[in-house]
């Protein structure tokens, strides 16, 4: 493509939950859950294209997810609503983090598409004005839209952001996909630890309540775990199936990795506070592209 109408490399970054506790479970079937969320130098990215017409397009389909249901066309939709609705978008997507990682990719393009549109069809709509629009959306989407690491309580939307050590991660998919619903809808999983007012210091004390549930239904995770814990201290982020451990520098990521089976996927990246859309808005601001 070398139209430039096109405005290209809007990230849509990776999360961890460093920890993850569910406090309790709501009337609606929610839970209350408080988590550390980090974010990394990898993840998405998307292109846009306005339309004069009031038109919505994804140009590069995904082949297990109707267009219809898809998170990037569905924030676009809901951003138009919001506005005159005269403008469209065509939209291309490229997934580069897996579905059902746990890593947040389809919010992360949801939180992605909502503030690169509202800056190109002008829309104007405050930062909290897309957090509360990206909630609707799924509840991973608010800390995207905001784009700082942050501590998250309620149904992860209340967010006070944090600096974290930034460290690399070695990030490893056992190949499955793990639904969110199903984990959250289990009998077996444990609800009830006590609410923390915690210090950082004490952030790696914690654990992922849904982790051991994880490793009972799908013994790929717990047989990758095993692997990733003789490099690291490792942990599951989100409901899985995705796992993470951390190094001091690439190198030592890099040569973990490189001894990890052939049936397992992933990547090695930096970890960030600060979340390189927030970088891409900023450079849109200044080029107008
Ligand atoms: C597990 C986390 O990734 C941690 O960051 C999130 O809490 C999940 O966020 P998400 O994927 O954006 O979740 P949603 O798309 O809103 O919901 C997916 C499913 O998980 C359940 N869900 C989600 C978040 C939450 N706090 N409690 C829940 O019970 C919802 O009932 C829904 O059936
Ligand atoms: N653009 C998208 N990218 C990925 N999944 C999408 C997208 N749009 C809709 N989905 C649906 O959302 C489901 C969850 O995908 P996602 O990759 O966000 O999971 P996840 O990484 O486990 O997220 P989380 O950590 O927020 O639970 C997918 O199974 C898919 O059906």
Redesign the pocket.
Known sequence: MTDSSISRNWPAPA?L?LF?H?NG??D??????Q?L?QILEFGDSLDFRVRNDSHIHLQTPMANVAEADNLVIRAAKLLQAQGNGQLGADIWLTKRLPMGG?L?G??SDAATVLVALNALWQTNLSVDELASLGLQ?????P?FVRGHAAF?E???EQLQTVKLDTPWFMVIHPNVEV???E???HPDLPRNTPKISTTPEEWGLHRND?QQLVCDLYPQVAKALNWLVKYAPSRM???GACLFASFENECDALAAFSNKSEQVTGFVAKSCNRSPLLERLEQFHLSGN
């Not at 959306?137 to 989407?141: I, N, R």
Request: overall charge neutral.
């Open positions: 999360k939950n993850l569910i479970r709501r609606d079937g929610y839970h209350e859950l988590t969320f746990g947040g389809g919010s959306l799924g509840a991973d989407v800390v998250a309620g149904v992860g639904s969110t619903a984990i959250f809808t849904c982020t989100g409901t």
